[in-house]
């Protein structure tokens, strides 16, 4: 298999909680998400969480039994050996009545008793009005959970129920579930990132040749939006300059700042530049366009065939523009760039990171068009110092904990 291929997953038992909120309903895409991956599934649903989706929906998406009380099947020791066997407990909703009863080590149902057993990793992801989520008791018991080693998501901005819009919005169950599963593979999200202003840069540009046709690179921009979504969930505040990657949605938290080409990419890395602590330029942009877009289609096969020689011009190195910003005095962020290879990708990458100047450099082997549009990674971190550290094969997401955990090491 490719080391690019889906890897052979080993099943889980991950128990899915829910409680009493309107997203309840999202649980049942999050349950088919882990059944689709071979994992069984038990879902344990607050009483409240019943009176918006039936257990019936729950048991038939779970193959497994629903209960809601520590008295379910006694004889099983239920309440007891559910948290036991599990290894990874994920609730979505995770209302403010929820978070407050975990917070204090209640066991007053089988979700709650269920969590106080578990040593397995456990991730929240809250739900509920932003005035609730920004209140400062929630905010304690949210604190007090991740002391505790309990991965607490970041919630979504959006529409809530009503006319509200907000802090507050449950994550999309594809989200939740990557980073649940990136959590049990690399360990609790903690709160490292607070007070920093992160900018990255993803996906891969287009340079028009008319209006229908144009020249880029091969990019789907996910590592980008993983690097954006772990930094997020880290407590930064992301921002993300994004190319072609109209098919993903941006992490929860994150600003998505989309563009086309490579000079409108420098502009808007450019422009925020200043204000960022850390810049990742992961965005695989076209490094050369066209001397001249046509304003109407071109059309082949005539005396005058535009489309056999089409002449470029080179774009601006916006990596090396943005260390010259720092040299400048402009920004004082850490810069890290990425670059693809296909051969003597070591040697290479070495050259270009002393070419840029930037601090790291993450490097990939893309022979064969490995890497692009694919949901795992590897490769080397590079350093300007001389340090090399290998990123074994991962998803893109657990690629960018390893990334991220080096840049933090970086800046201490």
């Known amino acids: 298999m490719d080391h690019m291929s889906e890897a052979t997953h080993a099943p889980k038992n991950v128990v899915v909680g829910v409680a009493g909120g309107i997203a309840a309903y999202k649980a049942c895409h999050l349950v088919r998400n882990f ?13 409240s969480a019943l009176r918006f989706v039936g257990a019936a929906t729950f048991e038939a998406l779970s193959g497994n039994p629903v209960d809601t009380g520590v008295f379910s099947r006694v004889d099983e020791v239920q309440h007891v050996r559910l948290g036991q066997e599990a290894d990874l407990i994920v609730v979505a909703p995770a209302t403010a009545d929820l978070l407050a009863r975990v917070a ?20 929240l992801a809250p739900a509920m009005h932003t005035e609730m989520w920004l209140n400062s008791a929630t905010q304690h018991n949210v604190d007090v959970l991740r002391s505790r080693g309990v991965t607490v998501l970041e919630p979504a901005h959006g529409r809530l129920t009503g006319k509200d819009t907000g802090p507050g919005r449950l994550p999309e169950p594809g989200a939740i579930a990557e980073l649940a599963r990136t959590v049990l593979a690399t360990g609790p999200i903690e709160q490292s990132l607070i007070g920093k202003r992160v900018l990255i840069s993803a996906g891969g540009t ?22 954006g979504d772990i930094a997020a969930q880290r407590g930064a505040e992301v921002t993300i300059v994004a190319g072609a990657t109209a098919e993903l949605d941006g992490p929860s938290g994150a600003e998505v700042v989309r563009v086309g080409s490579t000079r409108e990419m420098e502009q808007a890395m450019q422009e925020r530049a200043a204000d960022a602590d850390v810049i990742v330029m992961a965005a695989a942009v076209a490094d050369f366009r066209p001397q001249s877009e046509a304003t109407s289609k071109l059309k082949k096969g005539q005396s005058d065939d535009a489309l056999s020689t089409i002449r470029l011009t080179e774009n601006p190195d916006i990596l090396r523009g943005l260390v010259d910003k720092r040299d400048a005095g402009e920004t004082d962020a850490v810069i890290i760039g990425f670059a693809a290879e296909t051969d003597n990708e070591l040697e290479n990458g070495r050259a270009k990171l002393k070419r840029k100047g930037a601090d790291m450099l993450m490097l990939n082997s893309v022979e064969g068009g490995g890497v692009f549009g694919q949901a795992r990674n590897r490769g080397w ?3 300007a110092d001389g340090g090399e550290v290998e990123i074994p094969d991962g998803t893109k997401h657990e690629v960018a904990v390893r990334i991220w955990d080096a840049v933090e090491a970086l800046s201490d």
Do not use: M
């Open 35 to 47: 059944k689709e991956r071979g994992d069984d599934v038990r879902v344990i649903p607050t009483e």
């Open 104 to 123: 204090v080590g209640r066991a007053d149902d089988l979700l709650a008793a269920t969590i106080l057993v578990a040593t397995c990793p456990v991730v």
């Open 381 to 383: 971190l590079l350093s």
């Open 206 to 227: 287009q340079e028009n040749i008319d209006p229908v046709r144009y020249i880029g690179n091969r990019s789907s921009g996910k590592q980008g939006f993983a690097l």
